[in-house]
């Protein structure tokens, strides 16, 4: 039997509660030339049973006995993978049923771009409650992952294999919950990528989601992405400190600022970072500085509790650095600072 199209890999531990609606949503697509590699990393549940319940011949079980770490599962999967493509699903995730036939069609009518994902929607239990809106531009997509990796969300990314085994592309072992930025950032530096701007997968926010242990542990998850930090800002020749490190993840996380000093201290921070590409042109200049203003407005998001002194900051350094504010974007900080607003999410409505 021929190789298929695609690899959909699934890496799984411990996942008998949703992994049977993870594979059906995989196993109804409209694009059906995959197989399903399901890597099983040791799970102590049923899981397991669940998946051996399945008779699609699509699927292809490995079985570990012992647990080795998402990173391991999904080295694993590159090397296995029988696919022109490989996909990424999780195990408690949904896919939308034209997700794969529209991003190979991409794929297959861009064959300039090494990979591409799509829009993704949080949720828990039936309700959405966030939405991921990355770029298409694969120059702001680049710039982008500076910051952050949800320029290409790891689970929604689709990438030509060959190129991914080309120049060697592993995740990091070593790491817990940055793997996935890091093996993006370095995807990054050797292929050209684009997002579907369209929801195609379902993120489902749930208790024992990695993420979300993690996430009230701001110190140990600093001290986790700040190895892809240093790798990212040296791509503008900076060597940063701790101390330039943490005003950096101060930018990047959903922090709340508590003193206006490390408020000013993020915006030089990002000033710098504006004229260290001006020198070194490592990324398009009109679309880096597009992306230090929308980190400027997320900054200054997180500053609105000094009410208007934070706004009237942000209005003088826009201006002084030909910063465009979006109207919208200003009347909601507008908002949030006439209001002292302490937290992270709000809504204009």
């Not at 009518?109 to 966030?130: E, I, M, V």
């Not at 942000?314 to 006439?338: E, G, H, M, T």
Request: aromatic share 12%.
């Amino acid at each position: 039997m021929s190789n298929p199209i695609l690899t959909v890999a699934m890496p799984t531990y411990n996942a008998e509660k949703h992994i049977g609606e993870a594979i059906n949503s995989v196993l109804n697509q409209t694009f059906e030339d995959f197989e399903l590699l399901i890597i099983n990393d040791g799970s102590l549940d049923h899981t397991l049973e669940i998946i051996s319940s399945y008779t699609d011949p699509r699927i292809r079980l490995i079985d570990l006995e012992k647990n080795k770490g998402i990173a391991h599962c999904r080295n694993l999967a590159l090397q296995e993978a029988r696919g022109e493509f490989i996909a990424w699903t999780d195990s408690d995730d949904l896919n939308e049923p034209t997700r794969f036939e529209k991003q190979i069609y991409f794929l297959q009518h861009n064959p300039d771009f090494g990979g591409c994902g799509t829009w993704l929607s949080r949720f828990k239990d039936s309700k959405t409650h966030y939405v991921t809106k990355a770029y298409s531009n694969p120059e702001k997509i680049r710039a982008a992952l500076l910051f952050k990796p949800a320029s290409i969300p790891n689970a929604t990314a689709m990438l030509r294999l060959a190129e991914i085994r080309k120049y060697g592309l592993r995740y990091n072992e070593s790491l817990k919950i940055s793997e996935d930025y890091d093996f993006i950032f370095n995807c990054s530096r050797h292929l050209k990528f684009s997002n579907i701007q369209e929801i195609l997968y379902r993120y489902r926010d749930s208790e024992t989601s990695i993420m979300k242990t993690f996430e009230d542990q701001e110190e140990q998850t600093f001290n986790i992405l700040k190895t892809v930090y240093k790798k990212a800002l040296a791509s503008l020749d900076i060597i940063a400190t701790e101390e330039q490190l943490r005003l950096h993840h101060d930018i990047c996380s959903s922090k709340i600022l508590s003193k206006f000093s490390e408020y000013e201290a993020c915006y030089y921070w990002l000033e710098s970072l504006k004229l260290k590409n001006d020198l070194k042109r490592e990324y398009n200049r009109k679309v880096f500085n597009h992306i230090i203003t929308e980190q400027f407005f997320f900054l200054s998001k997180k500053a609105s509790s000094f009410g208007l002194k934070t706004l009237w900051f942000f209005v003088r350094k826009s201006l002084k650095n030909k910063w465009i504010i979006n109207p919208k974007d200003y009347s909601k900080l507008a908002v949030r600072c006439a209001l002292k607003y302490d937290k992270f999410e709000f809504k204009l409505t």
